[in-house]
C-alpha cells in the first residue's frame, strides 16, 4: 500500500516495506529509506531518503550495519494552482519592497496567486490594476 508521509518539509510517496537479504542494488536509481540491523523502525522513519546507489546492499556476515528492509520513496511535488480574483476598488494602500501605490478613484484590480496543495503562497501574489 502506498502512503505519503512527510519528513522534514518535503512529502513522499511511500512503497511498502520489502524484507532484504543482501545482493545487489534491487532498486538502483531509486529513492529509498532504509533499515539497518541495529535501527529500530520508529528511528529510521525521520530520516530523509537516498538514493539507492549510495547505500551496501550486500551482507556480511554478522554486521549491525547490514540492510534488513527498504521502501521505495517518490518525492510528491506540491499541486499548484493559479487563483485569479477581480476586485472592486476604491482605495488601496499597497506598500511592497520597492514602492507605495495609493489609489483614491474607483478601479480594478486582477489579484493573481498560486495556491500550494490548497494554501496561499505569499511569494507569488501579484497585483495588476486595470
Known amino acids: 500500500m ?3 508521509v512527510e519528513i522534514n518539509g518535503k512529502r513522499y510517496k511511500a512503497g511498502d516495506w520489502k524484507i532484504w537479504n543482501g545482493g545487489e ?8 529509506q532504509w533499515q539497518l540491523a541495529r535501527d529500530t523502525r520508529a528511528e529510521i522513519l525521520e530520516y530523509e531518503p537516498v538514493e539507492s546507489v549510495h547505500l551496501r ?4 556476515t554478522k554486521l549491525k550495519t547490514n540492510i534488513v528492509c527498504y521502501r521505495v520513496m517518490e518525492e510528491v511535488k506540491p499541486e499548484v494552482v493559479e487563483v485569479v480574483r477581480w476586485v472592486e476598488v476604491d482605495s488601496i494602500i499597497y506598500q511592497g519592497v520597492c514602492h507605495t501605490i495609493n489609489l483614491r478613484k474607483e478601479s480594478i484590480a486582477k ?3 498560486n495556491l500550494v496543495d490548497g494554501v ?3 511569494k507569488s501574489i501579484k497585483m495588476e490594476l486595470v
Request: glycine share 4%; net charge neutral; aromatic share 10%.
Open 57 to 60: 546492499w550486500n551482507h556480511c
Open 25 to 32: 542494488n534491487p532498486v538502483p536509481g531509486k529513492l529509498v
Open 2 to 4: 502506498n502512503n505519503i
Open 111 to 113: 489579484i493573481t496567486y
Open 120 to 122: 496561499p503562497d505569499p
